[in-house]
């Protein structure tokens, strides 16, 4: 263990090195573009000289990506990003926040997972339409970490920021919800199609996951507000986060939603009424740093990972459809609810242009796609398809996004 993360930790040091050093690009997208190329490098040579590139396969191979991501890294990035929201403002845009994390997603999935279904069927792949929903529910939720990661750096009207991010963070636990819904559905046979089923699954997942966020945040605010000591505070922040994750887990309820509640809760109530402005400050800086690390170790994990993903000519022009595909998805489903919510913004088209392009995808659809791995039909196709639309949102849509929000006044 102590080896995998000396060697994942100083190639991502190196690589965040290189990127400012040298490209000076954001973070995220700097590190993800190095070790990509260096992904595809390493297969062009394997297929010259295996012998000497076979260590690093079988290094890679034995690294369970998804279950970094899902079951360990992710609970602090969440809890990260979610620390820095501003309540007030989230309340602001609550109505259309919860409309394209719930309903934006379930439209994305339904739009991507019929036209999966056609496109496959043209390429002679016979793959059944619920597994193309699996696959749709795996790619709508925009990704908080790419999103976060890349927007918080330009300038962005407020409102239309506080949208975005708050989407991200509450579209990424109801997608997880939809995927394990779906996969339920896919792995338990025809007794798991009933109503009462499903909504058993949701009822869990969600109201689970929001009410463990908010038992186990509560406490910790509690915790925190009866003392006055920077470092064990931060400690009782990493509880949270680690523990919450745990329970939520254990009762089968979604980590994630738990992670973003239990973030608000003590970045807004926690801050105001808990802690001195030096344990804030401190603990400011602890989030950003933890948050800075874990996503050069996630961006530079998942452009390694393509050294492992199957190249198929095929597979290849159906991810390159299919980025077309989500990005068509993603505008119709924010469509009603953007000009419902936005009749009195002056550049609605400019707004809903951001809100598509911005709609960055990343490791946790990655990591989604390789968790069902020869599980589900037409599982290498999706994970094709997954890194095809994750790389063009991250280092096309990421990299490109300044130009639109430069028309901003």
Known sequence: MLEFFAIIISISALFGYINHRWLKMPTTIGVMLISVVLGIALKVTENFNPTYISPLRNFLAGFDFSSFVLDFILCFLLFAGSLHVNLSQLKGARASVFTYSTLGVLVSTAIIGLATHVIVGWFGYDINLLSCFLFGALISPTDPIAVIGILSQYQIPKKLKTEIIGESLFNDGVGVVVFAVIFSLITGGAEAFTASNIFEIFAVEVIGGLGIGLVIGYIGYMLMKSIDHYQTEILITLAVVTAGYSIASHFHASGPLAMVVAGLLIGNNGKQHAMSDLTAEYIDKFWELIDEICNTILFVLMGLEIFLVPFDTSYLLIGTILIFVSLVARYISLLPAFFLFNRKESDKSLNLAVLTWGGLRGGISIALALSI????????????????????SILVQGLSIQKLLKRYK
Do not use: P, R
């Not at 791995?373 to 790389?391: A, D, M, P, R």
């Open 373 to 392: 791995f020869n599980k589900v039909e037409g599982s290498s196709l999706f994970i094709v398809s997954t890194y095809c639309i994750v790389l063009f």
